[in-house]
């Protein structure tokens, strides 16, 4: 809990807010100087604050992850690797698919891309978007260029050139809903200016923000925009682990098991018009993902 620390020196009134977190067993306290006078926006003031001491504790245990899994990577033979990506990209594939209707499970998912096996009785464009998606994310973790829109136009018609080529790579002209969301995707007509801003904004912030808040802050303002027919989410996902593989971070499988608590994070953050939801959300996943890599 945040509290107004008041101190009084020769007469004069000083203000500071004081916040208590618990770090090796023991309780820190923490203290930013608010000046003569409270300020007006004391709340938002409040929020920055927290925000700051969250983002040094987080910022320290993803750094911890970081080295300890370019370790491993550094020991393990390259087949063992090989198969680790294999294995991620499976159930990558299986997950963003499913959150997004296919009818495939995990098991059907992995004998189409590890074997070839086709699923029996299931549509064929849910296996068609399973290799669609295999393919794609392999050829996006080799890739030398970086983001832009025709790279996300690219990605997107070679997701869907086999089962929905008549939105394959094409923003869209037309109003979209989100079903069971209180979120309303922007209008056609701004979808154009939005990416615009969108790819401005990474171009400034891909090298100043840390790799994982660059991920998720991506993730959100892309599906945000919402600028395809359908696939936004898939293309959304695939922007996180772009730039978590770029910036040689472990990548982040989002489980449809959690999908729910997903689906919040981001409707809170598009309703209410700010990150910080999303954020938080998308942080405690990863370091919670990860957390054999900080013992």
Same mark, same amino acid.
């Given at each position: 809990m945040v509290t107004i620390k008041k101190k009084v020196l020769k007469g004069q009134t000083y203000y500071y807010l004081e916040h208590s977190i618990r770090e090796n067993g023991r309780v820190h306290p923490k203290i930013t100087y608010l000046g003569r006078k409270i300020p007006k926006n004391i709340e938002e003031v409040k929020k920055n604050f927290l925000d700051d001491i969250s983002r040094k504790t987080w910022q320290a245990d993803i750094e911890k992850i970081r080295k300890s899994y370019s370790k491993d990577q550094r020991l393990m033979p390259k087949s063992v690797k090989e198969k680790e990506l294999e294995n991620f990209t499976i159930n990558f594939t299986y997950?963003?698919?499913?959150?997004?209707?296919?009818?495939?499970?995990?098991?059907?998912?992995?004998?189409?891309?590890?074997?070839?096996?086709?699923p029996k009785n299931k549509p064929m464009k849910d296996a068609q978007e399973?290799?669609?998606? %295999?393919?794609?994310?392999?050829? @996006? +973790?080799?890739? $030398? =260029?970086?983001?832009? #829109?025709?790279?996300?136009?690219?990605?997107?018609?070679?997701?869907?050139?086999?089962?929905?080529k008549d939105i394959a790579g094409k923003l869209r002209k037309y109003p979209v809903g989100i079903r069971?969301?209180?979120?309303?995707?922007?209008?056609?007509?701004?979808?154009?200016?939005?990416?615009?801003?969108?790819?401005q904004w990474y171009n400034k912030n891909k090298n100043k923000l840390h790799p994982v808040e660059l991920a998720a802050l991506a993730h959100l303002k892309f599906v945000t925009i919402h600028p395809f027919g359908d696939g936004n989410g898939r293309i959304? %996902?695939?922007?996180?682990?772009? @730039? +978590?593989?770029? $910036? =040689?971070?472990?990548? #982040?499988?989002?489980?449809?098991v959690r999908?729910?608590?997903y689906y919040n994070a981001l409707e809170k953050s598009q309703v209410n018009k700010e990150d910080r939801t999303f954020l938080q959300w998308f942080i405690k996943r990863y370091i919670k993902e990860y957390r054999r890599y900080l013992k």
């Open positions: 997950d963003t698919q499913r959150i997004e209707g296919s009818t495939l499970t995990r098991k059907e998912t992995a004998d189409l891309l590890e074997r070839g096996i086709a399973a290799e669609a998606h %295999r393919d794609l994310f392999y050829e @996006i +973790l080799k890739s $030398k =260029k970086d983001l832009s #829109l025709q790279e996300i136009l690219d990605w997107h018609w070679k997701l869907f050139n086999k089962t929905k069971g969301s209180k979120f309303m995707p922007p209008m056609a007509v701004e979808v154009y200016p939005m990416l615009t801003e969108f790819f959304s %996902r695939l922007i996180t682990n772009f @730039i +978590l593989n770029k $910036k =040689k971070h472990t990548m #982040l499988n989002i489980p449809y999908r729910n608590s």
